[in-house]
């Protein structure tokens, strides 16, 4: 009976350490186990949300490119219409200056013809009244002539009178001759000066060159944005069973262990 005691005590505590190093060893288990699952929940979480981020950068990054594109158009489209302004100026001042370029050299070509008209009329007019003024002369003379010739006389004195009536009329076609000589210089003088003076006149107005204006630079389309993949992560494999069952036996192995010592104290005792 006393030894029967002992026995049933140390089996008892025995089977307790034994119980309880395996319910250990089942709750560090099943700890290790919920720990990896919740890993591997993290890791699908993580790799879900950085995909969405990586999509949402994306979007942005693009409506942030079409924005800046958008204000690049709107400044180009404004330059555009400045520019344009711009020659539709220049483009009225040359028609304006064309207009007077027009005026200024028509109203030069009329001069230059009314100008050169009145002076081949006075030319004209001085020739016909030299012409008529020399007819007038030869009709005096040959008058003079004939009545010293109808006078009956005859001598070196009659001959001397009817010489010189012709002496006179050849001086007077000489005369001019001169005039006539110097009247056509004088118009070739005036006609030059009424040329250079043309020319002057027409060359006083030139037509208006345009200034260019180049047109701004459009702005290129922005390309669309790279979808960056999510960076790689990695979980390891769920805890081992082996390890589990290891530690079970551990957990039995000590129970006995401490049964015995159990065993052995109280049968010292």
Same mark, same amino acid.
């Given at each position: ?15 307790? &350490?034994? #119980? ?12 290790? !186990?919920? =720990? ?5 929940? !993290?890791? $699908?979480? &993580? ?11 994306? @979007?942005?990054? $693009? ?23 711009? @020659?539709?100026?220049?483009?009225? @001042? ?9 005026? +200024? ?5 009329? $001069? ?21 003024? /020399?007819?007038?002369?030869?009709? %005096? ?11 009956? !006389?005859?001598?070196?004195?009659? $001959?001397?009178?009817?010489?010189? /009536?012709?002496?006179?009329?050849? =001086? ?9 000589? #110097?009247?056509? @210089? ?6 030059? %000066? ?6 002057? !006149? /027409? &060359? ?8 260019? /204006? ?18 790689? +992560? ?15 036996? +551990? ?6 262990? %401490? ?11």
């Amino acid at each position: 009976m006393v030894v029967i005691t002992p026995l049933i005590g140390s089996l008892a505590m025995g089977g307790a &350490n034994a #119980l309880l190093g395996m319910f250990g060893a089942g709750q560090q288990q099943a700890a290790a !186990q919920q =720990d990896w699952l919740n890993q591997r929940a !993290q890791q $699908d979480a &993580n790799t879900q949300f950085a995909q969405w981020q990586a999509g949402f950068n994306q @979007r942005l990054t $693009d409506a942030n490119q079409q924005h800046s594109y958008w204000q690049a158009t709107l400044a180009h489209n404004q330059q555009l219409a400045y520019v344009n302004s711009l @020659r539709n100026f220049e483009l009225s @001042r040359a028609i304006a200056q064309a207009e007077v370029v027009g005026q +200024t050299r028509a109203a030069a070509g009329a $001069d230059f013809a009314l100008q050169s008209q009145a002076l081949s009329q006075q030319l004209v007019e001085t020739s016909m009244a030299d012409a008529v003024a /020399y007819q007038q002369y030869q009709v %005096a003379a040959l008058k003079a002539r004939s009545t010293v010739a109808a006078s009956g !006389q005859e001598g070196s004195s009659i $001959d001397r009178l009817i010489n010189d /009536y012709a002496r006179q009329q050849g =001086d007077f076609a000489a005369i001019q001759q001169i005039n006539e000589g #110097l009247r056509n @210089r004088q118009f070739s003088r005036a006609q030059t %000066a009424q040329v250079t003076q043309y020319l002057s !006149q /027409y &060359n006083s107005q030139q037509f208006y060159e345009q200034q260019p /204006y180049l047109e701004p630079m459009a702005p290129f389309q922005p390309l669309p944005t790279l979808l960056m993949p999510a960076a790689p +992560t990695f979980t390891g494999t769920g805890p081992s069973r082996s390890a589990g069952v290891l530690n079970g036996l +551990t957990g039995l192995m000590g129970g006995v262990q %401490a049964g015995l010592s159990t065993f052995g104290t109280l049968s010292n005792i």
